[in-house]
């Protein structure tokens, strides 16, 4: 079963721009966390969060969670052309991370 | 360098063969998982390990074997009773299970398998 949903599924900026992902989740979680993925690599972690957190940064990075809401939010200030790629959410519940199908960035120069 | 590898890249099962995909981490991690993912699927979990010599089913186990008899060594084994096995096979390790903090996953990068 997929944890975490993201939203939009995919999303083409110019650079410059900022880029808005977001995720949201069924259950109850101790962590939720950020992943990002370029074609056919496998997945570099950017951020995590925990759930008594609300908003952490991380360089260009910003992500929030609302555990109310069962939602989180990460921002990507200024991207690049690099940034393009698929991001994924992840929440840790238990033992295991369970992730979303993500969202596919696209950064045109 | 410290880092998750998985071997080998790419490989190709004739149908009715089981085929073992490694992973192999130096990282000292305890935990370490085996995902699929498929396009526009995600990733999706087949097992997970806390522990030398113990593992767990995921989501989407049958058809899939595994053994943890090192720490640093979690191969995958995907039998001929997996109906539909080509796809993007991910292996990840991390410090430790995500309780009670959670802690960040650190991934190989990938074994892409085919059935011909």
């Known amino acids: 079963s997929q944890q975490g949903e993201e939203d939009p599924q995919a999303l083409s900026i110019q650079e410059g721009e900022n880029a808005t992902m977001n995720c949201s989740y069924k259950t109850s979680i101790n962590n939720l966390q950020w992943y990002r993925q370029n074609s056919g690599r496998g997945l570099v972690h950017l951020i995590l969060i925990r759930s008594n957190e609300r908003e952490k940064h991380s360089g260009r990075l910003r992500v929030t969670l609302d555990t109310s809401k069962k939602s989180s939010s990460l921002l990507i200030t200024a991207s690049r052309a690099a940034d393009t790629a698929s991001y994924f959410c992840?929440?840790?519940?238990?033992?295991?991370?369970?992730f979303g199908k993500g969202t596919m960035l696209l950064v045109s120069p | 360098d410290g880092g998750i590898t998985q071997s080998p890249k790419y490989l190709f099962r004739k149908e009715g063969q089981n085929v073992t995909l490694s992973c192999e981490q130096n990282?000292?991690?305890?935990?370490m998982y085996w995902y699929r993912q498929d396009p526009g699927q995600g990733l999706r979990l087949i097992y997970y390990?806390?522990?030398?010599?113990?593992?767990q089913k995921g989501d989407i186990a049958e058809g899939y074997s595994v053994s943890r008899e090192k720490k640093e060594s979690f191969p995958l084994t995907v039998t001929s009773a997996q109906k539909n096995p080509t796809a993007f096979y991910l292996c990840?390790?991390?410090?430790?299970?995500?309780?009670?903090?959670?802690?960040?996953?650190?991934f190989g990068q990938g074994t892409r398998l085919t059935v011909v």
């Open positions: 992840a929440t840790g519940s238990y033992s295991t991370l369970t």
């Open positions: 990282l000292n991690h305890d935990a």
């Open positions: 990840a390790s991390s410090e430790m299970g995500q309780r009670p903090l959670g802690t960040e996953a650190f």
């Open positions: 390990s806390q522990i030398v010599n113990d593992f």
